[in-house]
């Protein structure tokens, strides 16, 4: 079996690694690395339940060779939570009811990290096409759409207060400001 070094950062922390070619990211992170919030649904890239952030962008990560990760960064639903805190994502889908059996959630707080970054302030209508490639059969997605709009109200909050108080922005794990300005200009000719 042919094998390759890898070094990438995964939540943060830094791993070197030596992986089969033919391991999958999913497998790298749920075997080698224990981060089991990565569920395998279909291994075919259509429930979602896999999603975690590659370099800031959502992928399914049974699609994605654990070979092509030198060098970059991967963020899964254990590295939102920061300083024992839970991310105000997870807290509003906590607080609005949005988890129930639990399998999908992972897979939805990424792609709804990757959502706010796209449009920290979303109308249901962008929740409802940037969520559908995430497959729920618990909730009926308008709770998981309520939660995102609260996380959105939490997080504007936290800036405010932290303006009124001459305090620096607070920073929220896998929140990028300037995600959209960069997505734009990688794609602009």
Not at 10 to 30: A, D, S
Not at 46 to 64: I, K, M
Not at 76 to 85: I, M, N, Q, V
Not at 131 to 152: F, K, P, Q, S, W
Request: net charge negative.
């Amino acid at each position: 079996m042919q094998t390759a070094d890898i070094r990438v950062t995964v939540n943060g922390v830094p791993y070197e690694k030596i992986v089969p070619c033919n391991q999958t990211l999913l497998r790298f992170l749920r075997e080698d690395l224990f981060l089991t919030s990565v569920k395998e649904g279909c291994d075919e890239g259509e429930c979602g339940a896999c999603t975690v952030l590659l370099d800031g962008r959502p992928v399914n990560s049974c699609l994605v060779l654990a070979v092509e990760l030198d060098g970059r960064e991967v963020l899964t639903a254990e590295g939102l939570a920061e300083d024992g805190r839970l991310h105000p994502l997870q807290e509003a889908f906590i607080e609005a009811g949005a988890v129930q059996c639990g399998y999908c959630t992972p897979g939805m707080l990424i792609s709804g990290i990757a959502l706010l970054n796209l449009y920290p302030h979303p109308t249901r209508e962008q929740i409802r096409k940037e969520m559908e490639g995430n497959i729920c059969r618990c909730t009926g997605y308008t709770r998981i759409a309520d939660a995102v709009l609260l996380a959105v109200e939490k997080m504007d909050a936290a800036r405010a207060e932290a303006r009124v108080k001459g305090l620096p922005e607070p920073e929220f794990r896998g929140i990028d400001s300037r995600f959209s300005e960069k997505w734009n200009s990688q794609y602009q000719s």
